[in-house]
């Protein structure tokens, strides 16, 4: 089983910055590929960011030139650095990996960590 823990969320007001980050822990070969995604109120969730284990990065259109993610593989761990907040940047962010075990692929999500940003 593996266990993914996120932490670092908050109020913030706009303009502001806060970093999320999420360790990966339990029985992992190996990482292919961890992201963050998001949820808002009434609404579906959707990606954020994602980061390959070769380090390729992909981001949601809203967040490109404000939001930065990283990894770092030995820690297991993901970064998500954001700035420039937005009041629609608020939601639950939701740490994603994909993780190979067994020869397979499983996918696993964090708890979750709230981000509020205040107009």
């Known amino acids: 089983q593996v266990q993914l823990v996120e932490s670092g969320g908050g109020l913030v007001q706009a303009g502001g910055s806060l970093r999320l980050s999420c360790a990966a822990s339990?029985?992992?070969?190996?990482?292919?590929?961890m992201g963050w995604y998001r949820q808002a109120p009434g609404k579906q969730r959707e990606l954020v960011a994602v980061?390959?284990?070769?380090?390729?990065?992909n981001y949601v259109d809203s967040v490109k030139g404000r939001f930065i993610i990283s990894r770092d593989n030995a820690k297991n761990s993901v970064y998500l650095q954001m700035s420039s907040l937005k009041p629609e940047d608020t939601a639950v962010y939701y740490c994603?990996?994909?993780?190979?075990?067994?020869?397979?692929?499983?996918?696993?999500w964090g708890p979750g960590t709230q981000v509020t940003v205040s107009s």
């Open positions: 994603n990996a994909g993780v190979v075990a067994d020869r397979s692929l499983f996918e696993y």
């Open positions: 980061i390959s284990s070769g380090g390729s990065t």
């Open positions: 339990g029985r992992i070969f190996s990482i292919n590929h």
